[in-house]
């Protein structure tokens, strides 16, 4: 969208909002929002079966009070009309349901001139205008209280016997038509109280009183169909660590500061803007009326600042960064679509560190779509067993013995090939299929090594290490997904390392912390893995059960030379050493790699001068020969 798209000048904007002042809703009365397809169909479906049997009940009532067949068929064919447009689909909603209303209220009058003017028959008005409140909006509503006080007023005059049966009625049929339509207005206010509270059970979030989803989507509708795109934009808002401060300090906390930042947010808007909280911590704002859309962007970055002053609740001082997605609505765009691509927005302004303002462009939405594709294939390659696991050998440095192996998932793509995990292990983690995966990873592993073990028996002390996941170290099943591994494979526990990483631990430490203990007491060894990279914190490398660190590629791709990576080698050895750690140096690639590892007193090594990632048919074979895994084997898209 380009600036020329905005084509309201200010003129323009303060003469809008000068018309939505004007126009607004009182607060007291329903919102009479629009109701989605689906239940305006069910709704008007019956309201309109009611009017249909309107016909022959009225005709048998006219036969009943002797009038003549034709008479009767005249009295209540005036019904044919209103019911014929309310039933056909082809009118627009508003005139559909302004039919079936006038039907209604039409037959109420026709029974009330039937009756004589009974006051019974009067309070069919009554239950009509309670029906009329289903399909929730003014204009079939009011349009059947007009036509109750305007036609006891017309033929209450013209013919007051038709109407009234009481001689002041007849004598002031206007001030009876008013006083009748204030009684059906007061008996209808139940049903309008209800709807209302209805609208605000479904319409309003419960913490913060503010519009919800629903609300907005059906603002945002409105606001695209009457204003038109031109001026529309989208801000969704998601707070960055709202989890931390819920976590800390407790949820009543975390609802006084949703409560505190949604009146902080509704401060900066323009008249005219309307903000909802989505669930959680997810808050949207629709902006009309822009000018430009500069102007959009300056509120979304006002927005950030004003996040940022901390808020006292109880005695903590707290404050709120957030990623911001901003998306500007374009021809042809539903209000699903401009929430949607705010949505992703946000999530590129999460993925760049957060505390930011993103724009959407039509890339993301393409790489949301390549997610999801990517998903639906992993959830298929699992029921079909196409993942694969390769195995690059591990080697003691001091005197070249094969000590152990790590398994390398890989997946076998029916039409890409062999696939390493920078290909799909993120889409994995973020769908949840990292669970499923990581279990028939351990599983299958220990499994295999276990087989090695028994077919080598100069290999029965032949380790396996097993990468796990983030998602992995908080799932409440992994003690249990482990343990059954090792009882089915009957391999030993000490034959196994869960390797992990420095970030994966230090982001949940209290929650992982305990899981880790747990896995510490089946036996199982576990690793640090890319030691280096991360935090390399000793506070915290000093409370952690592990058994070996890994020292990071990144690191030994420098060895032999002058770079300073060697002295931070030498260190991490040492320190490893002095903490009863044993380490494993990865990407020994070269000769003298190896050696610098072996002068550095590194515990064991792995890289491809060693062995590349094998598959187990081709591991086995090398298990065979002489030259112990001095093959050459093709490496997968993504090697890793």
């Keep these: 969208m380009t600036h020329s798209s905005f084509r309201y000048g200010m003129a323009d904007a303060e003469q809008a909002s000068l018309r939505h002042r004007l126009l607004r809703r009182p607060w007291f009365l329903p919102e009479g929002r629009r109701l989605s397809e689906e239940v305006w169909q069910q709704r008007h479906f019956g309201l309109t079966l009611l009017l249909w049997a309107h016909l022959p009940v009225l005709y048998a009532f006219a036969l009943f009070r002797d009038l003549t067949p034709v008479n009767a068929a005249v009295q209540v064919g005036v019904l044919l009309v209103p019911a014929v447009g309310a039933s056909l689909p082809s009118l627009s909603r508003n005139v559909r349901s302004a039919s079936a209303s006038l039907g209604l209220v039409i037959g109420a009058s026709v029974l009330v001139h039937l009756s004589g003017g009974s006051i019974e028959a009067h309070f069919q008005f009554f239950v009509i205008l309670a029906f009329l409140t289903l399909y929730q909006a003014w204009l079939p509503f009011l349009l059947a209280l007009l036509y109750v006080v305007g036609e006891h007023g017309v033929v209450g005059a013209l013919d007051p016997k038709l109407v009234y049966n009481n001689p002041s009625a007849m004598a002031h049929p206007w001030r009876y038509a008013a006083i009748h339509g204030g009684f059906v207005l007061a008996a209808s206010a139940a049903n309008v109280l209800s709807w209302r509270l209805t609208e605000q059970e479904s319409l309003r979030d419960g913490l913060t009183g503010m519009p919800n989803r629903v609300a907005l989507l059906d603002t945002l509708d409105r606001t695209l169909q009457s204003r038109g795109r031109r001026s529309t934009a989208v801000l969704f808002i998601d707070l960055d660590n709202f989890k931390d401060a819920n976590d800390a300090f407790g949820h009543q906390v975390g609802d006084e500061l949703l409560i505190a930042l949604s009146r902080r947010l509704g401060r900066q808007l323009r008249f005219g803007d309307e903000l909802a909280r989505l669930g959680g911590d997810e808050f949207a704002i629709v902006l009309t009326d822009l000018t430009t859309e500069d102007e959009a962007k300056a509120i979304g970055e006002r927005l950030l600042v004003c996040l940022q002053d901390e808020i006292l609740i109880g005695d903590f001082h707290l404050a709120a960064y957030a990623s911001i ?65 390769h195995y690059q050998p591990i080697f003691d440095v001091a005197n070249h013995e094969l000590v152990g192996s790590e398994a390398l998932v890989r997946w076998q793509h029916p039409t890409r090939g062999l696939l390493a995990p920078a290909e799909f292990i993120t889409a994995a983690e973020q769908s949840g299929l990292i669970i499923a995966l990581g279990a028939w990873v351990i599983r299958t592993a220990c499994l295999q090594t276990a087989c090695w073990q028994a077919e080598y028996p100069e290999l029965r002390k032949l380790t396996v290490a097993v990468n796990l996941s983030p998602r992995q170290l908080v ?19 000490s034959s196994l390392c869960l390797e992990i990483t420095e970030g994966s631990i230090i982001k949940d430490f209290e929650q992982t912390l305990p899981v880790l203990n747990a896995l510490r007491t089946l036996g199982v060894s576990l690793a640090l893995d890319d030691f280096g990279t991360g935090y390399s914190s000793l506070s915290y490398l000093k409370q952690l059960p592990v058994d070996t660190v890994k020292i990071d590629r990144s690191f030994v791709g420098d060895l032999g030379t002058n770079n300073p990576n060697s002295q931070i080698v030498t260190a991490i050895i040492e320190l490893a050493h002095a903490l009863g750690m044993s380490v494993t140096a990865e990407g020994a690639e070269t000769s003298s790699q190896l050696e610098s590892l072996k002068a550095m007193r590194s515990d064991h090594a792995q890289g491809f001068l060693l062995g590349r990632p094998m598959s187990t048919q081709m591991f086995t074979e090398a298990l065979t020969t002489t030259d112990r895994f001095a093959v050459a084997v093709p490496v997968p898209r993504g090697t890793s």
């Design 325 to 389: 997605g901003l998306a500007f609505a374009e021809e042809g765009m539903s209000a699903a679509d401009l929430l949607r691509n705010a949505d992703l927005a946000m999530y590129e302004a999460k993925r760049d560190g957060g505390n930011r303002l993103c724009e959407y462009r039509p890339s993301l939405h393409t790489a949301a779509l390549r997610r999801t594709e990517l998903e639906v294939e992993l959830r298929s390659a699992l029921e079909l067993g196409q993942f694969v696991l």
């Design 475 to 493: 799932d409440r099943a992994l003690i249990g997904t482990v343990a059954e591994a090792l009882h089915d494979s009957k391999l030993s526990a």
